[in-house]
Nanobody, 123 residues
Framework: QVQLAESGGGSVQAGGSLRLSCAAP???????MGWFRQTPGKAREFVAS????????RYADSVKGRFTITRNNAENTVYLQMDSLEPEDTAMFYC?????????????????WGQGTQVTVSS
């Protein structure tokens, strides 16, 4: 079982910033890492992803221009810099990792998930 270690959630006012991080075990070679988020009663929603080999990134339309995903391949760690946060961004954020991810938007593509870190944005 691969455990993903998330950190960086918290509470912030609208317009503020937070940075999430997620570390996968170094022995687990991923082809892609990413972030999803979920609010009560709703399905898990894709936020952003980054491929290992070419660092190609993908973002949900709702976060484009505000969130930036990066990774450190040597540390097998992915980061999500979230700026200009809005109350609508309030959610539990989950890190995801996979070895054969082809369509990052689909939750079913990912093999492993973190336990989640709460992000709360107040108006």
């Amino acid at each position: 079982q691969v455990q993903l270690a998330e950190s960086g959630g918290g509470s912030v006012q609208a317009g503020g910033s937070l940075r999430l991080s997620c570390a996968a075990p170094r022995y687990y070679r991923t082809n892609c890492m990413g972030w999803f988020r979920q609010t009560p009663g709703k399905a898990r929603e894709f936020v952003a992803s980054i491929f290992t080999d070419n660092s190609v990134t993908r973002y949900a339309d709702s976060v484009k221009g505000r969130f930036t995903i990066t990774r450190n391949n040597a540390e097998n760690t992915v980061y999500l810099q979230m700026d200009s946060l809005e109350p609508e961004d309030t959610a539990m954020f989950y890190c995801a990792a996979g070895q054969v991810v082809a369509v990052p938007d689909l939750a079913s593509e990912w093999q492993y998930w973190g336990q989640g870190t709460q992000v709360t944005v107040s108006s």
